[in-house]
């Protein structure tokens, strides 16, 4: 029996959020020919291993640590621990030293492949990007054998600021098992909230930290007549914000955050509506996951949210800077069940079509089986 491929992942983090839970569907998808060990930059934020499915094998070990200054002796016991594995895999800036560890030293320790892969940027660096990060990257990624991104915008960036070659930078749509999406939950699906006759849900998908701006989004629901309600799933730093943010407009008692929930396809459809807010995203997953449950969408108009929304739906979409904007897409949409269902149906079409995740786990397996120069992966 062939012995498992041995695959290092290098997070920033692997609590769950977009970019982990599409890593954790990778995992499950190669099945038990691989065999993970993963790293996060942040100590003991590895809570989306809970989702890896209970045949794969992995393991969380000990590793030097991805954060601290990029000094030749640490970049080089950072190189070393890479060796013995048949890929590795990087993500985001969180990972970068571990990038330019293996730029340095992949030829004098004879250090497998390299695949980086980029979703995004943090509140830091969601206005524009900033000049010392984009020269680090620039050097840190000369030496990796693909980069993959899932937007035009990130991939426009890694050909034109990060100078990397065309032909090495692979833009792969995140995508979902649509199929497990359109069956109605019942009302007390979620935790500590009941979905009461007469409610109509704007609901979001999103980790409560800054870049995503949910403030932004209690303060343009505030204006929607009674019978809705916010529903956010999703945890992070920025719970006690987001609550604040509906005292002060007296609306705390129709803002609910149930926290977050492993797997959406079983409660989603219980929104009537969705929206994100973010300062900045990619190719967010929590649309295509929306789409998938047939949901109209108000958006801010980040990364490729406007080209991912079916053609219909466009109109929703809003510079991020303006909440007038916002809060009058979803007052159109409050107002009015049968543009909602209408746009629905469109957006459910295109999911499916597009960003199913079988489509997405055959383009991930061909960018590392050409990495590995081998004829498929794993």
Not at 77 to 82: E, P, S, V, Y
Not at 212 to 222: G, H, M
């Amino acid at each position: 029996m062939t012995a498992p491929r041995r695959i290092l992942h290098l997070h920033s983090s692997f609590d769950p959020g977009g970019k982990e839970m599409r890593a954790v569907q990778l995992i499950n998808g190669f099945g038990r020919a691989c065999a993970h060990d993963i790293v996060s930059a942040v100590p003991g934020a590895l809570g989306a291993a809970a989702r890896i499915a209970r045949k794969i094998a992995f393991a969380t070990p000990e590793f030097p640590g991805l954060q601290g200054r990029p000094g030749p002796r640490r970049l080089h016991r950072l190189a070393r621990a890479m060796r013995g594995y048949d890929l590795v895999l990087t993500y985001n800036f969180g990972a970068m030293d571990a990038v330019l560890a293996h730029t340095l030293f992949a030829r004098a320790l004879a250090l497998p492949p390299l695949v980086h892969h980029e979703d995004g940027f943090n509140a830091d660096e969601a206005a524009g990007l900033k000049p010392v990060r984009n020269w680090y990257r620039r050097i840190a990624l000369g030496g990796i054998a693909a980069l993959v991104v899932p937007s035009r915008r990130l991939e426009a960036i890694a050909c034109d600021v990060w100078h990397q070659p065309p032909e090495r930078v692979h833009r792969i749509a995140n995508g979902i098992a649509t199929s497990a999406y359109g069956a109605r939950p019942k009302p007390d699906a979620l935790p500590r909230i009941v979905k009461r006759e007469g409610e109509l849900w704007l609901g979001a998908l999103a980790g409560l930290r800054p870049v995503k701006n949910l403030p932004r989004l209690v303060r343009a629901f505030a204006g929607l007549p009674e019978p809705w309600q916010l529903v956010i799933l999703g945890e992070g730093p920025c719970r006690d914000e987001i609550r604040a943010a509906a005292l002060a407009l007296g609306i705390a008692h129709r803002v609910h955050l149930p926290g977050f929930i492993a797997e959406p396809a079983r409660v989603i459809d219980l929104f009537d509506c969705f929206a994100l807010s973010s300062d900045s995203e990619q190719f967010p997953l929590s649309v295509v996951e929306a789409m998938a449950a047939g949901l109209a969408v108000a958006a801010t108009d980040v990364g490729d949210v406007k080209a991912m929304l079916a053609e219909e739906n466009r109109g929703f979409v809003v510079p991020a800077g303006d909440e007038a904007a916002l809060a009058d897409a979803l007052a159109r949409l409050a107002a009015d069940a049968g543009l909602r269902a209408r746009l629905g149906r469109a957006n459910r079409a295109l999911a499916r079509a597009c960003f199913d995740e079988a489509a997405m786990i055959a383009a991930y397996r061909a960018v590392y089986a050409r990495a590995m120069r081998r004829d498929s992966f794993p």
